[in-house]
């Protein structure tokens, strides 16, 4: 009778996130985003709520994407009857160097695949080869609050920017219910280093990709508009000496004019009849610096997607689209 009463006290999400059980964070993942380009799905949330939009982002994704299977990430954390621990690396150096043996864990001898090898940070992307199995995502710890990272280890990945599309045309048409703790769903095409040959190269390919959809209709000359959003720059400012932060290059597209500069160069250099329009852009190239967790504080990376214009928010700044209206949003508090 007293589990009854709970039950009825309990909200709605609450009881179906008794369902939905939230998925262990893969610490391979941080090492496999430096080592090469993944895409996926960077979600915001109320501060304080990740855990309740983990659980409301999967279950939606569950929908457009498929069955979340996180074995692999859970069985980084399980400890076995006798508390036997194991050694959890995660990649600390430059990309290539040795991965430095930093946080230890609990887990059971026979979870030692689980494990990045002792040899170095490339083998992180043998084992994505060797278990690589489309649509299933990985839970990437971030250091910054009110962030969601859900990220396809495996090459042959779903069409985020269809996923997030297909989303918004069922919160629109009413069949998907407006959700309560995710606020954005940014679909990440594809992730680089922050620095500029990597930058230019990832906009450059995935602008092209935009330009040969026969879906897109553009009008000559293409307007497009850039949006560069460095969420954990003030982290990443305190983490770095300030001497090494001015005098390497390393950081020189944290500096927002330099990054659009680049940018926008790699898109003229696809599209040469091309300018800048900010109020109605055809295709947009978002930016977002990801505050990965477990990686060394110079080696920033950025999430990078090419969107057209049903997918972005011009007002007050060039960003992806709400989930919610700010009139549903009213609606709600009202």
């Not at 494990?115 to 649509?135: F, G, Q, V, W």
């Not at 004019?257 to 978002?286: G, H, Q, R, W, Y």
């Not at 950025?302 to 700010?326: D, F, G, H, Y």
């Amino acid at each position: 009778m007293g589990e009854n009463e709970e039950g009825e006290e309990m909200k709605p999400w609450e009881q179906h996130s008794k369902i939905i059980s939230i998925p262990r964070f893969d610490y391979n993942a941080p090492c496999s985003i430096l080592q090469r380009s993944h895409s996926g799905f960077l979600i915001t949330s109320t501060i304080k709520r990740e855990k309740s939009a983990t659980k409301e982002a999967i279950s939606i994704l569950h929908q457009y994407v498929g069955p979340y299977n996180d074995d692999s990430s859970e069985s980084l954390e399980r400890p076995n009857a006798n508390g036997d621990t194991k050694r959890r690396k995660i990649c600390t150096d430059e990309i290539g160097d040795k991965c430095a043996d930093v946080v230890e864990s609990k887990g059971t001898k026979e979870e030692e695949a689980g494990t990045l090898p002792k040899d170095d940070c490339l083998s992180c992307e043998k084992k994505d080869t060797n278990a690589e199995r489309d649509h299933v995502m990985s839970l990437v710890k971030l250091t910054r609050s009110g962030l969601v990272l859900l990220t396809f280890p495996g090459e042959n990945s779903p069409d985020t920017v269809n996923i997030v599309t297909n989303i918004y045309h069922s919160l629109d048409s009413g069949s998907l219910k407006s959700p309560l703790w995710c606020h954005r769903i940014f679909p990440i095409q594809s992730t680089c280093i922050l620095k500029e040959s990597d930058l230019q190269a990832t906009v450059s390919k995935l602008v092209l990709q935009f330009v040969n959809d026969k879906q897109n209709k553009l009008s000559q000359p293409v307007k497009f508009a850039v949006g560069y959003n460095r969420r954990g720059f003030e982290e990443t400012e305190m983490k770095v000496p300030k001497n090494t932060l001015k005098d390497s290059d390393r950081f020189a597209l944290l500096d927002r004019n330099k990054c659009f500069s680049i940018v926008a160069a790699a898109v003229t250099d696809v599209i040469s009849d091309s300018a800048v329009d900010l109020k109605s852009p055809e295709l947009s190239v978002l930016v977002e610096l990801l505050p990965l967790s477990g990686v060394p504080n110079e080696s920033l990376v950025v999430a990078v997607s090419v969107l057209p214009k049903n997918l972005v928010s011009t007002k007050p700044r060039l960003c992806i689209r709400a989930l919610v209206s700010e009139t549903k949003a009213k609606n709600k508090k009202t």
